[in-house]
Nanobody, 120 residues
Framework: QVQLVESGGGLVQPGGSLRLSCAASGSIFTVNTMGWFRQAPGKQRELVAAVTRGGSTNYADSVKGSFTISRDNARNTVFLQMNSLEPEDTAVYYC??????????????WGQGTQVTVSS
């Protein structure tokens, strides 16, 4: 089995910063693309940022220039540095990983979600 464990969410004032982390563990041969999604109340889940194993990144237009995604392949961990946070960034943030297990087929896994609230 594979688990994704997230950390780093919380309450921050507008203009502040937070750093999210997500570690994949279990029967993992390798991890392809890792990413962060978010879901605000009453809205659909949306992609925030993604990074391939080789380091290529993709960002939602709304976070370009403010958020930075990175990863540590040796630890199967992905990070999301969020700067200049605004109330519109308030959401539950979910980690996602495309995992190649030692046995079986490639499978998409999700973390449990971490709440990010931007408010004064």
């Amino acid at each position: 089995q594979v688990q994704l464990v997230e950390s780093g969410g919380g309450l921050v004032q507008p203009g502040g910063s937070l750093r999210l982390s997500c570690a994949a563990s279990g029967s993992i041969f390798t991890v392809n693309t890792m990413g962060w999604f978010r879901q605000a109340p009453g809205k659909q889940r949306e992609l925030v940022a993604a990074v391939t194993r080789g380091g290529s990144t993709n960002y939602a237009d709304s976070v370009k220039g403010s958020f930075t995604i990175s990863r540590d392949n040796a630890r199967n961990t992905v990070f999301l540095q969020m700067n200049s946070l605004e109330p519109e960034d308030t959401a539950v943030y979910y980690c996602n990983a495309d995992v190649v297990p030692w046995r079986g087929n490639v499978h998409d896994y999700w973390g449990q979600g971490t709440q990010v609230t931007v408010s004064s």
